[in-house]
């Protein structure tokens, strides 16, 4: 059969080359990823058997096997999984999920520069590719299930892989890492024992629901010595079990370390990176479910897109459903990551029953309630976090106070804005009414492009002066959620950039009778004005909003802000 050679794309070879000359201090982690995969392997291949009896599969024992060859100094892992096809490997194994987007190469450049080679590593966690932090080669041997042929890449990690097909190659997914050169000083990451590797699982991969087997290692002259019948096959000895399968989920809280769920988080979610926080949830009675779900700490490159891939994962009594359960929280909590594992669902549920069904839709209101009280309580208990996750995903969060009339309220007293009270310490509306001048009736806000083109708008002129403090809003999704809440606490929120706009104050009476007298005088120009621009306006008035500039445009308290007419427009309405 022929080998083919083929070349990694720009970015995959940017961190492979790092991977080769990592000082990643955490190199047992790449066990962790060639296992995660594995498994994730084996629960394809348990759905695919399950919607399609026909494929000519063998599920009898899914397992995960790791075997050492000291003398070689070769590790493998391997699954008896879904497998993959030629083509596969080439698309999965050459290229770096998200990689082709501006984002990412933009984000690769600042991590390289702020963190090095270490930092990159911990927040790109490059997968299967991780193995090359301890191998200088890897093979991968393959075989799709159903299908006859199989597929062998390897690669130094040098820029080039090979692809050859195979005609004998079991089902499932080999991975075999020729390790680098042991290293002297470091006794801990000898990979050749036994010992470290039964620690790395456990600590890792301990809630794997499928086994992981340790192949006993060859005793050196056992096979020599001994010429009776204890050298037999037979008596050979049996693999050992490393892991406990036991669900986190299922485990009571006291039992379980942070360390353990953050490991679950991992594996979920594909993230190096720790989670920013744990909600539990355990539902007993008629409709028995358990929820482990996370926040991470860091936005997804790709969370405005179409496909974007939820995280929540459905199980049913300990076995594994689906990825992407979008029935389990509405779209604007879509950045959660985690695991539900309902009782007494049938194992062959579909995405349109679970759409459908009133207990499902009565534990998405139970997890999302429970989900926006955690932001609730982050907010008082820890102040920093809270700080981050509004920067990561207050704009999604946002999304729900359009969509989520049962929640609003919460929803509204965990959002933050921008203000002009403070350049750098967003505030939350409570806040803001608690500063709020006297006389004054509204919270005001405006919206805009960034921070810097609301500021410069000459609506603000008038509230700088009177000191009236004004939010930035500076989301898309700003323009339409202040319409649909519309008040908060009583109070109305309204646009600087709308209508009259009533600031009150003491010197006021005196201006307006001054006010009365400047348009009597002005008659005349505003008359001419409003001829010269003819249909463009509606109307010229004289204007107590501004002290610098000589003009400005406002429209209509019901007009649409000039963002949202550009959407409309862009959608041909
Ligand atoms: P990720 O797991 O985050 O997608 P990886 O680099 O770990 O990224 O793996 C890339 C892809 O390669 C996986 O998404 C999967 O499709 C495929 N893959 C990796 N290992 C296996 C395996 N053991 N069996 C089947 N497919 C695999
Ligand atoms: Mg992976």
Redesign the pocket.
């Known amino acids: 059969m022929s080998t083919e050679t083929f070349e990694f794309q720009v970015e995959a070879r940017q961190l492979l080359q790092l991977m080769i000359h990592s000082v990643y201090s955490n190199k047992d982690v790449f066990l962790r990823?060639?296992v995660?995969?594995?498994s994730?392997?084996l629960d394809?291949l348990r759905l695919a058997a399950l919607r399609d009896d026909t494929l000519d599969a063998d599920v009898s024992d899914p397992h995960i096997e790791i075997e050492i060859d000291a003398s070689s100094r070769t590790l493998t892992v391997r699954?008896n999984?879904?497998?993959?096809s030629y083509d596969?490997v080439g698309r999965?194994?050459g290229t770096?999920?998200n990689s082709g987007t501006a984002k990412f190469a933009q984000e690769l450049r600042e991590a390289q520069e702020e963190a090095g080679a270490e930092g990159l590593i911990g927040q790109f966690?490059?997968?299967?590719?991780s193995g090359f932090m301890v191998a200088d080669e890897m093979t991968l041997l393959?075989r799709r299930a159903g299908e006859s042929h199989g597929t062998r890449w390897s690669s130094r990690g040098e820029g080039t892989y090979t692809l050859a097909r195979v005609d004998d190659a079991p089902q499932?997914?080999t991975?075999t890492l020729h390790l680098k050169p042991a290293d002297a000083d470091d006794q801990l990451h000898d990979y050749t024992a036994d010992r470290t590797i039964k620690e790395i699982v456990k600590r890792y991969s301990d809630f794997i629901t499928w086994p992981i087997r340790l192949v006993p290692q060859a005793v050196d002259g056992a096979t020599a010595d001994t010429t009776d019948a204890e050298a037999t096959a037979d008596t050979a000895p049996e693999p050992e079990t490393l892991n406990s399968m036991k669900a986190l989920w299922a485990r009571s809280r006291d039992e379980v370390s942070d360390d353990e769920y953050h490991e679950l988080y991992k594996h979920i979610s594909?993230d190096w990176r720790e989670p920013l926080e744990t909600v539990r949830l355990q539902a007993e009675g008629t409709f028995e479910y358990q929820a482990l779900l996370f926040v991470p700490s860091h936005a997804p490159h790709d969370l405005y897109n179409q496909n974007y891939q939820r995280g929540v994962q459905l199980y049913v009594k300990r076995v594994f459903i689906m990825d992407d359960c979008e029935a389990l929280l509405p779209p604007y909590l879509r950045f959660v990551k985690g695991v539900v594992d309902a009782a007494d669902l049938s194992l062959n549920v579909s995405r349109e029953i679970l759409q459908q069904d009133r207990h499902i839709r009565m534990m998405q209101r139970r997890l999302t309630k429970k989900v926006v009280s955690t932001v609730k309580d982050m907010m008082t208990a820890a102040p920093d976090r809270y700080a981050t996750f509004w920067r990561e995903f207050g704009a999604v969060l946002k999304e729900g106070l359009l969509t989520d009339s049962d929640n609003r309220d919460t929803l509204l007293a965990v959002s933050s804005f921008a203000t002009t009270h403070s350049t750098d310490e967003p505030t939350t509306l409570k806040s803001y009414a608690e500063r709020m001048k006297d006389g004054q009736d509204a919270v005001y806000y405006l919206t805009g492009e960034s921070r810097q083109s609301i500021e410069n708008s000459p609506h603000m002129e008038a509230f700088r002066a009177k000191g009236i403090e004004v939010l930035l809003l500076t989301d898309p999704v700003d323009e339409v959620w202040v319409d649909a809440v519309g008040e908060f606490e009583g109070k109305p929120l309204r646009s600087v950039a709308k209508g009259e706009v009533d600031l009150g104050g003491e010197d006021d009476d005196k201006a307006e009778g001054e006010r009365e007298k400047q348009g009597e005088e002005y008659a005349g120009l505003l008359d001419w004005m409003k001829e010269q621009l003819g249909e463009d306006v509606k109307e010229v008035r004289l204007s107590s909003r501004l002290t610098v500039s000589p003009a400005c445009i406002v429209s209509d308290a019901h007009d649409l802000t000039p963002a949202l007419e550009n959407m409309y427009r862009a959608m041909g309405q």
Not at 81 to 84: K, P, V
Not at 125 to 129: A, E, H, N, R, T
């Open positions: 990823e060639l995660s995969n594995a994730d392997a394809k699954d999984g879904i497998g993959m596969e999965l194994i770096i999920a966690g490059v997968g299967f590719y393959t499932g997914t991975v594909h």
